[in-house]
């Protein structure tokens, strides 16, 4: 297989992984995917339409789409009119991303610590029932919390 084969069986293979992960279009997770893998400083507008193949309208709508999540920057090159798209920063992306994870995780958390209230006064065997799994659960959450806050403040810290 060629390296260029190899490439675009990545792209899918990244692309599906990114329609999953961040619920976006399937177009618009092969545009990550081509940008995440280019070995360009990045792609036209124009690059982005050859490689994809899909009209210019929905390369348009998922290219703002990844600007409006944040994914993607552009920038301009002097005495050249296009915009040349790029994944965000690296450290910002890493970052952004475990930062979703922890708000999810926090949520989670809030929604268990209400729902063992309300075994506890309404429903107290099942609440003793479940009591040991939740606090494995619980201490998961919190560990996994942990980490993520960890993580969070090693990449800030490497961008300074």
Do not use: W
């Not at 792609?43 to 789409?65: P, Q, V, W, Y």
């Not at 309404?122 to 606090?135: A, D, Q, V």
């Amino acid at each position: 297989m060629s390296k260029e084969e190899i490439k675009n069986k990545l792209i899918e293979e990244l692309g599906v992984h990114f329609e999953s992960e961040y619920d976006i279009p399937p177009l618009a997770a092969r545009i990550f995917a081509n940008l995440v893998l280019t070995d360009e400083d990045g792609l036209t507008f124009e690059d982005c339409l050859l490689k994809r193949g899909a009209s210019k309208s929905s390369i348009s709508t998922s290219l703002n789409l990844l600007l409006q999540m944040d994914f993607v920057n552009y920038f301009t090159k002097s005495g050249d009119r296009k915009r040349y798209f790029k994944i965000a920063e690296k450290n910002t992306f890493f970052i952004k991303k475990l930062d979703r994870s922890l708000k999810q995780l926090e949520r989670e958390s809030d929604i268990l610590h209400k729902i063992t209230e309300y075994n506890e006064q309404y429903r107290p065997e099942k609440h003793k029932e479940n009591k040991s799994k939740k606090t494995i659960y619980t201490k998961c959450i919190k560990d996994m919390t942990a980490t993520l806050k960890t993580t969070i403040a090693e990449l800030k810290k490497q961008e300074e």
